[in-house]
Each structure stands twice: as C-alpha cells, then as structure tokens.
C-alpha cells in the first residue's frame, strides 16, 4: 500500500542507475507503481535485462547496460531516453557500492574502483543528464542515494570519502542549477536490508546483528522505506527543498557505534 497519490509520476520520465538489483529495483518499481516511465542501467546486461522485463509488467521499462564510470556510455544512456521518451524529469544515482577494508589496506585499484564508481560515475551521469535534458528543459529532479557517513566511514574510508563528495557536489549544483529549475538531494540510508548486503562476506554479515541491536529503533531498514523517501525528494511534495540529505538510518547518523566494522578486523 502506498501513501502516494498513484498519479504522482504520471507522464514523467525517470533514469535509476544500479535499477537492476535491490535498492535501486524497489526504487524504480515504486516510481512505475506511481505512472512514471522508467529507464534502468547498470553493468551486468543479463540481469538487467531480467530486471527490465519483471518491471515492465508495472508500465514502460526500458533499459541500457552502462558502467557509469564510463561517460561515453552514460551518454548511450541519455540517448536511449532520447529515443524512447524525448525527454527526463527525475534522476536517481543510486548505483554504487565498494568492499570492506581497513584505510591503510586498500591499493590504489581499490581506492580508484570505488572512488571512480561512487563520486566520478556520480557526478558523469548527472552531469550528462543535465546538460541533455534538465538543463534544456529549464526543469529536472536529481536524487542521489548515498552512505550514511556522518561521523566517518571506518572500514569503508574510500566509500566514506567519495559519499561525503556527493553530498558537497549536490549542495553546489544545487546552487549554480536552481535557476534552471534544477533540484538536486541526496538520500542516506543506513544498514538496508537488501541485496547489496549479500555481496559481503561472513564476518561482514555477522555485524548486521550487531548493528541492529546498536540501532535505536531496533532494526534495519527496508528497501520501500528508501524508495518512500527518494519519491518525496524527486515529486513535488518537496518542491522548496534542494541541496540536502535525508536521513533514511533509524537514528544511526546520531548513534551508530562507527567502530564496529574496524573491530571485526581484529588488528
Ligand atoms: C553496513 C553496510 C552499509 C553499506 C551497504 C552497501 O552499500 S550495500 C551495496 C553493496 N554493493 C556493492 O558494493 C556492489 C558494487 N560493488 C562493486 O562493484 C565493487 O565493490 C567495486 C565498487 C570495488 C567496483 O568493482 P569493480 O568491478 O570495478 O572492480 P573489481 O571487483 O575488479 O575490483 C577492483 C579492485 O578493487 C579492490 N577490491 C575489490 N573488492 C575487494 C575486496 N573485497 N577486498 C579488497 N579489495 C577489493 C581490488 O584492488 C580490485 O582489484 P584486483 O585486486 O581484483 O585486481
Ligand atoms: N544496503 C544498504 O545497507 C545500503 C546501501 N547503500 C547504497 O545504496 C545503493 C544500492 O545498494 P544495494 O541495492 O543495497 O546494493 P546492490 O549491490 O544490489 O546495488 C548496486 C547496484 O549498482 C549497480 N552498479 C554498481 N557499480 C556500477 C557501475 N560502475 N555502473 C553502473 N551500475 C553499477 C549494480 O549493478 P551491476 O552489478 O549490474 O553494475 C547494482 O544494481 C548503493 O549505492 C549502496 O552503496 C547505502 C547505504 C546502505
């Protein structure tokens, strides 16, 4: 059951990079539940395609493989939207990710992999994005989902460090796209159950527990309840808000005990 008006998107067009698999699939289902036409993209063709077919059983789902390292294919992206639908109203950089590691164990391939996916690959799609389609326009939504990293990633420093970098390029093209109608958020979750967890080893996976009982509300959060709060960011419920971050954690960015992931590594 949703809150949303079911004509919330109706006649809109929206891009979700990383559509394909948890987080970014309950994202583009839930804009398709609320009439939006929807693109996904993420690297893997043989899923994606998968993912492409399920959805479209909601509406229109089309879909492009990109890597959004890749600005070239980003922009083979924004020429499928072209094709397909003349136009974009929302984007949600949502694909990312990067591995467990202590700071001073992560190579530089490492570092660059996830630096480059999570704050280059960010800034490519929605730059293209941009001057392709919100800019011309003079209209256009971006909602980027994040990491919490409030006080630090510990464990994950290359991911704490590229986040935080997403959230300071949103406050400024917030600001230079504001007059062209431009809006720009970010969402942060906290520990999601999703199938982004799945991707981490065992002594990884034990942490979720232990995390849970750290968290305030006493649980992690679900997939609906980040794509509840990308879909206020991207309508125009919240139409006078631009350039911030929405919690989406149970508290964690207040309470959650950073150190825990350092622990495990037991150095
Ligand atoms: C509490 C939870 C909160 C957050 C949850 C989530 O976000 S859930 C969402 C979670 N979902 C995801 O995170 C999914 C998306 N994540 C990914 O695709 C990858 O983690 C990526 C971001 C590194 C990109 O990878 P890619 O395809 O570009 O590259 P690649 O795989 O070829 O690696 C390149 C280099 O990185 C290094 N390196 C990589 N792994 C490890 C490791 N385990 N150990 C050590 N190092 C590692 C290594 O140097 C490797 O080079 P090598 O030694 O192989 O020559
Ligand atoms: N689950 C959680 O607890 C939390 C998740 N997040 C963030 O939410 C987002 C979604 O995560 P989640 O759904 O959990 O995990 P998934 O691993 O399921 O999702 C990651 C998605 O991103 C895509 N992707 C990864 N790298 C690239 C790339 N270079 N180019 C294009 N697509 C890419 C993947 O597809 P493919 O492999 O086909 O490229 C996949 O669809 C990520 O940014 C994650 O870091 C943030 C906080 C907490």
């Known amino acids: 059951m949703s809150y949303y008006a079911p004509d919330l998107f109706k006649d809109k067009v929206a891009l979700v990079t990383g559509g394909r698999s948890g987080i970014g699939y309950a994202i583009a289902e839930t804009l398709l539940q609320h009439g939006a036409k929807v693109c996904i993209c993420s690297r893997k063709e043989e899923p994606l395609a998968e993912a492409a077919r399920t959805l479209s059983k909601l509406g229109t789902c089309v879909y492009r493989p990109c890597d959004i390292r890749k600005s070239e294919e980003v922009e083979a992206v924004a020429d499928l939207i072209q094709e397909e639908f003349g136009r974009l109203d929302v984007l949600v950089n949502n694909a990312g990710g990067q591995f467990p590691s ?28 941009a001057e392709r389609f919100f800019i011309p326009q003079q209209a256009g939504n971006i909602v980027t989902i994040i990491v919490n990293m409030a006080s630090g990633f510990p464990g994950m420093a290359h991911t704490g460090a590229a986040r935080a970098g997403v959230e300071n390029l949103t ?19 906290g520990t999601i159950i999703s199938s982004g967890l799945d991707t981490y080893a065992e002594p990884v996976r034990q942490l979720l527990d232990q995390l849970k009982e750290d968290n305030l509300m006493q649980r992690h959060g679900t997939m609906e309840e980040v794509a509840n709060a990308v879909l206020f960011l991207a309508s125009p419920l919240s139409s006078y808000t631009s350039g911030i971050t929405l919690q989406v954690d149970g508290l964690d960015h207040l309470h959650a005990n950073r150190m825990r992931l350092v622990n495990l590594f037991n150095e």
């Not at 202590?102 to 391939?109: F, G, P, Q, T």
């Not at 796209?177 to 970010?186: G, L, S, T, V």
């Open 102 to 129: 202590l700071a001073r164990h992560i190579n530089d391939k490492g570092w660059n992999a996830v630096i480059n996916t999570n704050l280059n690959g960010t800034f490519y799609v929605s730059r293209v994005m």
């Open 171 to 189: 406050k400024s093209i917030a600001q230079e796209w504001a007059r062209f109608n431009i809006r720009a958020n970010c969402v942060a979750p």
